[in-house]
């Protein structure tokens, strides 16, 4: 027997995208990705894009057809849930049969200002902020920041916030210690607190009048009402992010890779999106889920615990002609398979400890499916039924989709969630399947093109295939 032979039958290889695929190909899909991950600062952002891209390619919102009084097979059919989540749709022939669903979430770790954050100190006027999802604090400090959001003000106008988003925009920045007077030691956890994440905002007085009390702080409120019409309570029905002012830009001398912020998970939002809109279902309807809250546990109205998007499936059961909604809904959801599409930590070599070499999958080697995700002994996971993994492995094999495998990190080295679970629970087959990343949650993320392009591709067999 040929051993040579015998080890290309028996033992599984890792392919890498860049060996198989036209480079061409996957940099024009990295421009686009590269003007959707600049424009989507905040979540709000990237539900305004993508319901853009959308109408583009002819879906219409949930009203459209509930107006029509039908719906057929072709449509495409999108709702938006409190400016912060999606729900778009293609129907392929009855709801009932189930649905080829792609998850992912659209927002990400950052500062948020408190909702009365502006203070002044010495004769300096600074925003408090309260960090949103998992951080390491220092990364933030003396780096470019922007502000985007929206503020509403006490007779209900809406005013957008963009702050970063022209060349010739002020940038914020955290002032860190500097190294000659920094003899603090210890857990960084510690040396770098939450509350000390104060952003510079100005240090010209609007009266040098020592009788006028706070009055840097009061210049910053005059330049603001100037601007916006805003008073300061107005700051309390705010939601003002703080990112980096940092472009997406290609990295290394070959250019394989992408750094930029929001990767997790507007890299699988986008791929999800794209992949949707050049979707032909065969067997059944597609669509995806695009949500928000995932980095603060998925509560609230727009994060997956809201299952905002049974809702429309309901409306279009009806639409179907479903005189049954409960037991169709039942039918929808049990018939159901969805992709939870969220990054995942690639192998490091600058941090080979924390991984599991056999394990951990490597950038540039496809998209990383991961039959469980959670902590210690696999808390609050989806545990995938090796069913569906299999046939996933059989659609992505049949279909020539250059995929790896992996976990987390090492057994006990800490762990993650996804929003996998909160739609497992509600009686779908769900598996997660996404972009492998370095350096996640920092300002400045590092995807593999190659990656990126590959996991488009096997969402698009998915939705069309599975
Ligand atoms: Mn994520
Ligand atoms: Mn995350």
Redesign the pocket.
């Known amino acids: 027997m040929d051993l040579k032979e015998l080890k290309e039958k028996l033992v599984r290889k890792n392919v890498s995208v860049w060996e198989k695929r036209d480079r061409n190909i996957i940099d024009d899909y990295s421009k686009g990705y590269k003007k959707f991950i600049d424009f989507s600062k905040t979540e709000r952002r990237a539900v305004e894009y993508s319901v853009k891209i959308l109408e583009e390619k002819g879906f219409k919102p949930l009203d459209y057809y509930l107006n029509l009084g039908k719906i057929e097979d072709g449509d495409g059919v999108y709702y938006v849930n409190n400016h912060k989540s999606l729900f778009a749709l293609k129907v392929k022939g009855n709801l009932t049969n189930g649905i080829n669903l792609v998850g992912a979430h659209v927002d990400a770790?950052r500062l948020d200002l408190k909702p009365e954050p502006i203070i002044e100190d010495t004769g300096i006027a600074m925003a408090k902020t309260h960090y949103y999802?998992?951080v390491k604090k220092y990364q933030w400090l003396n780096i470019p920041l922007e502000l985007h959001g929206v503020i509403i003000k006490s007779d209900g106008t809406k005013i957008d916030v963009a702050i970063g988003d022209n060349e010739d925009d002020p940038v914020f920045v955290i002032s860190d210690l500097l190294p000659h007077l920094d003899r603090r030691t210890g857990d960084v956890k510690e040396v770098f607190t939450g509350e000390s994440l104060n952003l510079l905002l100005g240090t010209i007085s609007i009266s040098y009048d020592e009788e006028i009390k706070d009055s840097v702080k009061l210049n910053i409120l005059n330049i603001l009402h100037e601007k916006y019409g805003i008073v300061e309570e107005d700051f309390i029905s705010a939601e003002l992010e703080v990112v980096p002012s940092l472009p997406a830009r290609d990295v290394g001398l070959d250019r394989s890779l992408i750094a930029a912020y929001g990767h997790?998970?507007r890299i699988c939002s986008y791929t999800a999106l794209t992949a949707l809109i050049e979707s032909e279902p065969e067997f059944r309807s597609a669509a995806i889920i695009l949500t928000d809250k995932?980095?603060t546990g998925s509560d609230g109205n727009t994060g997956a615990k809201h299952h905002f998007w049974i809702y429309v499936v309901k409306k279009l059961l009806k639409l179907q002609g479903c005189t049954n909604i409960e037991l169709g809904i039942d039918d929808v959801l049990i018939n159901s398979t969805l992709l939870s599409a969220d990054?995942t930590a690639a192998f490091d070599p600058n941090f080979k400890e924390v991984h599991d070499p056999a394990n951990a999958p490597k950038l540039g080697y496809g998209i990383a499916i991961a039959k469980y995700t959670g902590a210690r002994g696999k808390a609050g996971t989806n545990d995938a039924n090796a069913e569906v993994v299999g046939k996933l492995r059989k659609v992505f094999n049949e279909n020539g989709v250059i995929w790896q495998t992996g976990e987390l990190g090492k057994v006990d080295q800490g762990g993650?969630g996804t929003i996998a679970k909160f739609f497992a629970e509600k009686g779908l087959s769900v598996v997660d399947a996404g972009v492998p990343l370095f350096g996640?949650?920092s300002p400045y993320e590092l995807a593999s093109k190659g990656d990126l392009y590959e996991t488009y591709y096997a969402y698009k067999v998915f939705l069309n295939k599975y």
């Open positions: 770790p999802g998992g997790d998970d995932e980095e990054v993650g996640m949650h």
